[in-house]
C-alpha cells in the first residue's frame, strides 16, 4: 500500500472499533466493548501478573496473544508494519560531542543523525534545546547550521558548546510557532527530533510556502497545542481526537526504571482509591482528574485523600476506612491495567495514522516521502 491506502484504511479501521481506544478504563469501570465481547473481557481480567506484566512490556505479544480473541489485533499489527530507514555509518564522535548528553540521548542523536545520506543543503534544527543534533552532523558532515530554541537558557548552553567545538552553529533564539521564525526554514534541510506537538505539525502546515529543501522529522508528544482538538494536516483525514485520544499514541513507557515504575503504581492506585471514595459519597460519574502536584504523593494515603478533598471541595465523613478505599483503589488498578491491554493494541495504528497524516500533508505540498523507524523501540524519543 501507498501511503494514502495504508492512512484510509487504518482510518476505516479506526473509526469502526472506536469502543476498543476511546474509552480510557482509568475512568469508566466496564468500557463498552465488554458487553459485547464477553470473552475476551474474561480472558483479560483473568491473566495472572506474570502475564499482565509480559504483555504490558511487549507489543507484538500483545497483538498476538489478543488476535485469538479479536481477530482485529492482526490487521492491526500488519497496518502498522513500516520498514527501518536506510542508515549510513557515521564516524565516533569525540569529546567535543559528548558533553552533557545523557548515554541514551546520545544514541537517539547518532540513530537520528545516521539516518539518510547527508545533507546537500545547509541544516535548520528545529526546537534545538542544547543544539546536540545539529552540532552531531555539523561536525560529521562538515555544514553549517542553524538551531532554533525559544528558551534562552538552552541557546547560552547551545552557543557554549558549538563554540568548544569549533563548528559552525548558529544559535537562534526564537520561537518556532512564531511566523517570523519560517523565514529561517527556505533552502535549508530542518531537523525536527523531539518537536513536541504542533511544534512539528506546524512545519508541515506552511511546508507549501516555506521553500524548505527537505525535512526529516521525528514526531512525538502529538496531544501538544491539541488543547482545542487535532487539527489534520492532509486533506483525506476524518478521525476526530481530543487531548485523550492524542496522549493514548504516547503512553508507552519503555525501559523505565524500577523505582519510576512503582512510583507511577502507586500515584494511579491512590489516585482510583480517591475516586472510589468520591464515588461512594458523591455517587458514581465520570469526573475530570485534574494532575496532582507531585508532592502530595510523598507523605501517605490518607493525607494525600484529605488534600484532594480539599482541592476537590469534597465532604468527608467524620470516620473513613481508609484501608478499605486504599484495597479498593489497587483492585481497581489491576482492572484498569488488564482492561488497558485491549486499548493499547491500538495506540500503535493510532500512531501511524498521526504519522501519515503528517506523511501526506508533505507529499500534498510537493515532497516526496519515506515513512519507517529510525531506531530501536528501546531508544524511541517519546520515552
Same mark, same amino acid.
Given at each position: 500500500?501507498?501511503? !494514502?491506502?495504508?492512512?484510509?484504511?487504518?482510518?476505516?479501521?479506526?473509526?469502526?472499533?472506536?469502543?476498543?481506544?476511546?474509552?480510557?478504563?482509568?475512568?469508566?469501570?466496564?468500557?463498552?466493548?465488554?458487553?459485547?465481547?464477553?470473552?475476551?473481557?474474561?480472558?483479560?481480567?483473568?491473566? %495472572?501478573?506474570?502475564? &499482565?506484566?509480559?504483555?504490558?512490556?511487549? +507489543?507484538?505479544?500483545?497483538?498476538?496473544?489478543?488476535?485469538?480473541?479479536?481477530?482485529?489485533?492482526?490487521?492491526?499489527?500488519?497496518?502498522?508494519?513500516?520498514?527501518?530507514?536506510?542508515?549510513?555509518?557515521?564516524?565516533?564522535?569525540?569529546?567535543?560531542?559528548?558533553?552533557?548528553?545523557?548515554?541514551?540521548?546520545?544514541?537517539?542523536?547518532?540513530?537520528?543523525?545516521?539516518?539518510?545520506?547527508?545533507?546537500?543543503?545547509?541544516?535548520?534544527?528545529?526546537?534545538?534545546?542544547?543544539?546536540?543534533?545539529?552540532?552531531?552532523?555539523?561536525?560529521? %558532515?562538515?555544514?553549517?547550521?542553524?538551531?532554533?530554541?525559544?528558551?534562552?537558557?538552552?541557546?547560552?548552553?547551545?552557543?557554549?558548546?558549538?563554540?568548544?567545538?569549533?563548528?559552525?552553529?548558529? @544559535?537562534?533564539?526564537?520561537?518556532?510557532?512564531d511566523d517570523a521564525s519560517?523565514?529561517?526554514?527556505?533552502?535549508?534541510?530542518?531537523?525536527?527530533?523531539? /518537536?513536541?506537538?504542533?511544534?512539528?505539525?506546524?512545519? @508541515?502546515?506552511?511546508? /507549501?510556502?516555506?521553500?524548505?529543501?527537505?525535512?526529516?522529522?521525528?514526531?512525538?508528544?502529538?496531544?501538544?497545542?491539541?488543547?482545542?482538538?487535532? !487539527?489534520?494536516?492532509?486533506?483525506?483525514?476524518?478521525?476526530?481526537?481530543?487531548?485523550?485520544?492524542?496522549? &493514548?499514541? @504516547?503512553?508507552?513507557?519503555?525501559? /523505565?526504571?524500577?523505582?519510576?515504575?512503582?512510583?507511577?503504581?502507586?500515584?494511579?492506585?491512590?489516585?482510583?482509591?480517591?475516586?472510589?471514595?468520591?464515588?461512594?459519597?458523591?455517587?458514581e460519574a465520570i469526573r475530570?482528574?485534574?494532575? @496532582?502536584?507531585?508532592?502530595? &504523593?510523598?507523605?501517605?494515603?490518607?493525607?494525600?485523600?484529605?488534600?484532594? /478533598?480539599?482541592?476537590?471541595?469534597?465532604?468527608? +465523613?467524620?470516620?473513613?476506612?481508609?484501608?478499605?478505599?486504599?484495597?479498593?483503589?489497587?483492585? !481497581?488498578?489491576?482492572?484498569?491495567? !488488564?482492561?488497558?491491554?485491549?486499548?493499547?493494541?491500538?495506540?500503535?495504528?493510532?500512531?501511524?495514522?498521526?504519522?501519515?497524516?503528517?506523511?501526506?500533508?508533505?507529499?500534498?505540498?510537493?515532497?516526496?516521502?519515506?515513512?519507517?523507524?529510525?531506531?530501536?523501540?528501546?531508544?524511541? +524519543?517519546?520515552?
Open positions: 500500500m501507498n501511503h !494514502r491506502e495504508r492512512f484510509l484504511e487504518l482510518q476505516s479501521v479506526l473509526n469502526a472499533h472506536q469502543a476498543f481506544w476511546r474509552p480510557a478504563p482509568f475512568y469508566v469501570r466496564r468500557p463498552e466493548w465488554c458487553a459485547h465481547w464477553p470473552a475476551l473481557a474474561d480472558a483479560v481480567l483473568g491473566l %495472572d501478573d506474570a502475564t &499482565l506484566e509480559r504483555l504490558g512490556a511487549d +507489543p507484538e505479544a500483545n497483538l498476538a496473544w489478543l488476535e485469538t480473541l479479536l481477530p482485529l489485533a492482526g490487521q492491526l499489527g500488519a497496518l502498522c508494519d513500516v520498514p527501518r530507514l536506510a542508515m549510513r555509518d557515521l564516524p565516533p564522535s569525540d569529546a567535543h560531542f559528548d558533553w552533557h548528553i545523557p548515554g541514551r540521548k546520545r544514541e537517539q542523536i547518532d540513530a537520528f543523525a545516521a539516518q539518510g545520506p547527508a545533507s546537500r543543503a545547509p541544516l535548520l534544527e528545529w526546537c534545538a534545546g542544547k543544539g546536540h543534533l545539529g552540532r552531531r552532523l555539523a561536525i560529521t %558532515d562538515r555544514l553549517p547550521v542553524r538551531s532554533l530554541e525559544i528558551d534562552p537558557t538552552l541557546c547560552e548552553d547551545a552557543t557554549r558548546l558549538a563554540a568548544r567545538s569549533g563548528i559552525a552553529q548558529t @544559535v537562534l533564539c526564537a520561537d518556532a510557532l519560517r523565514s529561517h526554514v527556505r533552502d535549508h534541510a530542518v531537523l525536527a527530533l523531539h /518537536a513536541c506537538g504542533e511544534l512539528h505539525r506546524s512545519l @508541515v502546515r506552511t511546508a /507549501a510556502h516555506d521553500g524548505a529543501h527537505s525535512y526529516r522529522i521525528a514526531p512525538c508528544c502529538y496531544y501538544r497545542g491539541a488543547q482545542d482538538g487535532y !487539527r489534520p494536516l492532509s486533506r483525506d483525514a476524518a478521525l476526530a481526537l481530543d487531548g485523550n485520544a492524542l496522549r &493514548l499514541a @504516547v503512553t508507552e513507557t519503555v525501559k /523505565a526504571p524500577l523505582r519510576i515504575r512503582q512510583r507511577l503504581a502507586r500515584d494511579q492506585a491512590w489516585k482510583l482509591g480517591f475516586v472510589a471514595l468520591r464515588n461512594h459519597i458523591q455517587g475530570p482528574f485534574k494532575p @496532582v502536584p507531585s508532592i502530595w &504523593l510523598s507523605g501517605d494515603f490518607v493525607t494525600y485523600c484529605r488534600l484532594l /478533598a480539599e482541592r476537590e471541595k469534597l465532604a468527608l +465523613p467524620e470516620t473513613v476506612d481508609w484501608a478499605r478505599w486504599l484495597a479498593a483503589g489497587e483492585a !481497581r488498578r489491576a482492572e484498569v491495567r !488488564r482492561f488497558e491491554l485491549v486499548r493499547h493494541a491500538f495506540r500503535r495504528a493510532l500512531e501511524m495514522w498521526l504519522v501519515l497524516d503528517l506523511a501526506l500533508g508533505l507529499e500534498e505540498a510537493g515532497f516526496e516521502v519515506q515513512v519507517g523507524t529510525f531506531c530501536d523501540r528501546e531508544l524511541t +524519543p517519546e520515552t
